[in-house]
């Protein structure tokens, strides 16, 4: 899979749909809010897309109906659609459903100069997120052999600390191998994620380290407990150039902006 530098990519994440498509989350329609990201992250790309990355939590409900209805609409783009996990995923479902061409289910892919390594983070009736030995030797393979190319890695949960305390007891829990796996190889230039709801862009040892908002409703940053965010859904655009430098931004679709703070549907009875 190649394309004209730069590699552009799209990534969505922590669409959280669900079979029935009139569902809400947050007070958000899901469905709706999805389309939405994709509609406008398609018809406003500055040049054409090599991939679309889609970095987990795709259903709410784990149900073959919700992958099957993903699988159909990003399907039809004409373009590979990367996939991983989230915590709220039936792992065993998402993995046969979105596992066919353009399709691909923890996958790796080149484009040029860089190398795109798609993690799985996911423990299963866990929030918190894992990297277990066989994920870590896998990724340790894909940098070696990608050791003259640039790499982008992608995993669900956070391998960094956020700054929320509640949030961040659900992130990665084996960050630190995660961390001693990049400085052991050095090619690695970004390393990207969702299951937070919010953005941010930080520099960590030299990589950039990139989390993205959901397509759905956000989580309001630094906060001790969990606060619904008046942010609207988001997406992120990446150009990944032949020195190694990371070009992005996260666009909002500002007319979904809310006009009162969503509820917590987590906490409700």
């Known amino acids: 899979m190649t394309g004209a530098f730069p590699v552009r990519l799209l990534q969505l994440t922590d669409p959280h749909l669900y079979a029935d498509e009139s569902r809400e989350l947050y007070g958000i329609n899901t469905a709706a809010s999805f389309r939405a990201a994709l509609s406008k992250g398609l018809a406003e790309a500055p040049g ?12 709410e409900d784990g149900q073959r109906a ?17 996939c ?19 399709l691909h289910f923890c996958g790796s892919a080149s484009f040029q ?4 390594v798609m993690l799985d983070s996911h423990v299963p009736g866990d929030d918190a997120g894992w990297l277990d030995e ?9 940098l070696a052999a990608a050791r003259q190319q640039h790499v982008l890695v992608g995993l669900h949960h956070q391998p960094i600390p956020m700054g929320s305390p509640w949030l961040d007891t659900v992130g990665l829990q084996n960050g630190a191998a995660l961390e001693a796996l990049l400085e052991k190889h050095g090619n690695v230039r970004g390393v990207l994620w969702g299951h937070v709801h919010q953005a941010s862009d930080r520099l960590h040892n030299g990589r950039r ?27 992120r655009w990446l150009e990944l150039l032949p020195d190694g430098e ?6 909002w679709l500002d007319e979904l902006r809310q006009t009162a703070r969503p509820p917590d549907s987590r906490r409700e009875p």
């Not at 990371?246 to 666009?251: P, R």
Request: contains cysteine; proline residues 11%; hydrophobic residues 35%.
């Open 84 to 102: 991983i996990p989230g915590n709220h995923e039936d792992l065993p479902t998402l993995s046969s459903v979105l596992n066919s061409p353009p």
């Open 246 to 251: 990371i070009h992005t931004e996260v666009v």
């Open 48 to 59: 054409p897309l090599d991939a679309i990355l889609v970095t987990g939590d795709i259903a």
């Open 66 to 82: 919700t992958y099957e209805r993903f699988h159909s609409i990003m399907s039809g783009l004409g373009r590979p659609v990367m």
């Open 209 to 235: 380290m990139l989390s993205t908002p959901s397509t759905c409703a956000q989580f309001t940053p630094n906060t001790q407990t969990c606060v619904m965010d008046l942010r609207p859904p988001a997406f």
């Open 113 to 116: 100069h860089w190398r795109i």
């Open 134 to 142: 066989k994920e870590l030797a896998r990724l340790d393979r894909e």
